[in-house]
């Protein structure tokens, strides 16, 4: 039986909303190692994938807490 993750979630969802971002020649470099390195076939997964997980952290950082 199949577990289902979250990253399973998301890909049932259907993306309509496109985002252009325009990076410099050392950045599309940087971009391009890790995907060739961490063996990423698709550069937007990636960056889908890197920018979600960096944003739900700090909101998780900045979510109150009892003791603040």
Do not use: A
């Not at 997964?45 to 979510?63: A, G, N, P, W, Y």
């Amino acid at each position: 039986m199949k577990k289902n993750s979250s990253s399973d979630k998301f890909k049932k969802l259907p993306r309509n909303h496109p985002v252009t971002v325009l990076l410099n020649d050392s950045e599309m470099r940087t971009i391009t190692r890790y995907c060739e390195r961490y063996k990423f076939r698709n550069r937007s997964e990636m960056v889908r994938q890197t920018l979600m997980k960096t944003i739900l952290k700090k909101f998780d950082q900045d979510s109150p807490t009892l003791f603040d």
